[in-house]
């Protein structure tokens, strides 16, 4: 229940993405292959017509997008896991535009007062991609852009944005006509009882089939336009679980070689030690010689066992007196006061450390608890290094195989149409 909870959450949040919104699971995605640019024809000239494609430079991202690409989290794979493998479609440029005029494909839309005629994008061998399959789900941020970015920008953002769409869409195609074309007849069927089955999740969810169709409704989508996003994710989904996954093998040596590339960088731990800390400031007392007979009598009922706590919220000038004098977990070297520092880390677990003295105060320093450092070992992080190899072993696969849809497909591109 909690799993369909979500895919109704995703479904009526149409965003940026929108696509994969009726998810039971991650999708098994295909990542494209690496080539970026143009593509070209045999001959080196450039062309709207392309078999097969050719690596050149990438194009630019703008930073922000580079920050939000940098922090995405990668899924990790195993066989044995009921797990998915999410990837990155963008990453193949769609070919150059050849010279000719736009082509309709459909009635216009309208858009903000405008008609748009709902012009073709990109064949891909036979199957047409229109403005409207692109354009459609990034009207929301579209509107968002316009009203919050320079003229400049905005036209940067939306030709980056539409180009990412505009890739991705392509090699989606390719991989669900591959899919359709060789996933087995019983197979379709459990896709379809699959299917049927998340929709009836949704349909309970939503309270009935009516109520899930006005919501849908609402946020310009419907149920056939769902499912049959859903439908295609799913068939991908199982094509690539029967034809790509089995074929990725790690072997021992081969994750002891990257255990040892790894190692100093991901599982070298340091020592932490979980600081409380009094603080008594001179400037807070006539003269240093009365901060030093309280912070000696703090010291000495903290050593004989008092509440740490109570101590630091009473007498502390400290800013973490509020909590106690709570400084959490630090490593060597972290904290601004290298006496205070040097004093901490040479505390066993649960001890105070005499009086530390400074030019401008006295420190009472606790060793609330202490988490000794080391190198994790090889059997420890096995699996772990294993998810990581297997995922990347994964990904490489699928950037060839893509790659290759690419070389035997017929991808035809009209750029005077974006």
Same mark, same amino acid.
Request: aromatic share 6%; proline share 5%.
């Given at each position: 229940? /909690?799993?369909?909870?979500?895919?109704?959450?995703?479904?009526?949040?149409?965003?940026?993405?929108?696509?994969?919104?009726?998810?039971?699971?991650?999708?098994?995605?295909?990542?494209?292959?690496?080539?970026?640019?143009?593509?070209?024809?045999?001959?080196?000239?450039?062309?709207?017509?392309?078999?097969?494609?050719?690596?050149?430079?990438?194009?630019?991202?703008?930073?922000?997008?580079?920050?939000?690409?940098?922090?995405?989290?990668?899924?990790?794979?195993?066989?044995?896991?009921?797990?998915?493998?999410?990837?990155?479609?963008?990453?193949?440029?769609?070919?150059?535009?050849?010279?000719?005029?736009?082509?309709?494909?459909?009635?216009?839309?309208?858009?903000?007062?405008?008609?748009?005629?709902?012009?073709?994008?990109?064949?891909?061998?036979?199957?047409?991609?229109?403005?409207?399959?692109?354009?459609?789900?990034?009207?929301?941020?579209?509107?968002?852009?316009?009203?919050?970015?320079?003229?400049?920008?905005?036209?940067?953002?939306?030709?980056?944005?539409?180009?990412?769409?505009?890739?991705?869409?392509?090699?989606?195609?390719?991989?669900?006509?591959?899919?359709?074309?060789?996933?087995?007849?019983?197979? /379709?069927?459990?896709?379809?009882?699959?299917?049927?089955?998340?929709? /009836?999740?949704?349909?309970?969810?939503?309270?009935?089939?009516?109520?899930?169709?006005?919501?849908?409704?609402?946020?310009?989508?419907?149920?056939?336009?769902?499912?049959?996003?859903?439908?295609?994710?799913?068939?991908?989904?199982?094509?690539?679980?029967?034809?790509?996954?089995?074929?990725?093998?790690?072997?021992?040596?081969?994750?002891?070689?990257?255990?040892?590339?790894?190692?100093?960088?991901?599982?070298?731990?340091?020592?932490?030690?979980?600081?409380?800390?009094?603080?008594?400031? /001179?400037?807070?007392?006539?003269?240093?010689?009365?901060?030093?007979?309280?912070?000696?009598?703090?010291?000495?009922?903290?050593?004989?066992?008092?509440?740490?706590?109570?101590?630091?919220?009473?007498?502390?000038?400290?800013?973490?007196?509020?909590?106690?004098?709570?400084?959490?977990?630090?490593?060597?070297?972290?904290?601004?006061?290298?006496?205070?520092?040097?004093?901490?880390?040479?505390?066993?677990?649960?001890?105070?450390?005499?009086?530390?003295?400074?030019?401008?105060?006295?420190?009472?320093?606790?060793?609330?608890?202490?988490?000794?450092?080391?190198?994790?070992?090889?059997?420890?992080?096995?699996?772990?290094?294993?998810?990581?190899?297997?995922?990347?072993?994964?990904?490489?696969?699928?950037?060839?195989?893509?790659?290759?849809?690419?070389?035997?497909?017929?991808?035809?591109?009209?750029?005077?149409?974006?």
């Amino acid at each position: 229940m /909690k799993a369909t909870v979500g895919l109704l959450a995703a479904l009526l949040g149409l965003g940026l993405g929108g696509c994969n919104l009726w998810r039971d699971e991650p999708a098994l995605v295909p990542r494209m292959a690496r080539t970026g640019g143009e593509f070209r024809t045999a001959s080196g000239a450039a062309d709207g017509e392309v078999s097969p494609a050719r690596p050149v430079a990438p194009i630019a991202r703008p930073a922000e997008e580079q920050r939000a690409a940098s922090t995405q989290v990668r899924s990790l794979t195993r066989p044995d896991r009921t797990a998915a493998y999410e990837a990155r479609l963008e990453e193949v440029s769609p070919p150059v535009a050849a010279d000719r005029p736009p082509v309709p494909a459909g009635p216009a839309v309208e858009s903000g007062g405008a008609h748009l005629v709902d012009a073709i994008l990109a064949e891909v061998n036979g199957e047409v991609i229109t403005r409207e399959d692109i354009l459609g789900p990034l009207r929301p941020q579209i509107k968002k852009w316009r009203e919050e970015l320079s003229p400049e920008e905005f036209k940067a953002r939306c030709r980056y944005v539409v180009d990412l769409k505009l890739r991705r869409a392509i090699s989606e195609r390719l991989v669900v006509q591959e899919a359709k074309r060789l996933l087995s007849e019983q197979q /379709k069927e459990q896709v379809e009882a699959t299917l049927g089955q998340i929709l /009836k999740d949704l349909a309970a969810e939503a309270g009935s089939m009516l109520l899930l169709e006005e919501r849908l409704k609402l946020k310009g989508t419907t149920v056939e336009e769902g499912m049959a996003k859903e439908r295609e994710r799913l068939l991908v989904q199982r094509f690539l679980r029967e034809h790509v996954a089995p074929t990725i093998h790690i072997t021992h040596s081969e994750l002891l070689d990257y255990y040892n590339e790894v190692r100093d960088q991901h599982y070298v731990k340091p020592t932490r030690v979980r600081m409380r800390l009094i603080a008594i400031h /001179k400037a807070e007392f006539p003269d240093a010689a009365q901060a030093r007979a309280l912070a000696g009598a703090v010291c000495q009922r903290a050593a004989a066992g008092e509440d740490f706590a109570k101590l630091a919220e009473r007498y502390s000038h400290g800013i973490m007196a509020k909590k106690g004098g709570d400084w959490d977990y630090l490593t060597e070297g972290s904290f601004r006061v290298k006496a205070v520092d040097d004093a901490l880390f040479a505390l066993e677990r649960g001890r105070v450390r005499p009086l530390v003295e400074t030019d401008d105060a006295f420190y009472i320093v606790k060793a609330e608890d202490r988490q000794e450092g080391g190198t994790a070992p090889f059997t420890e992080v096995q699996d772990e290094l294993e998810d990581e190899l297997r995922d990347r072993r994964y990904n490489e696969a699928i950037s060839r195989y893509i790659q290759k849809l690419y070389d035997r497909a017929y991808v035809h591109i009209n750029r005077e149409n974006l």
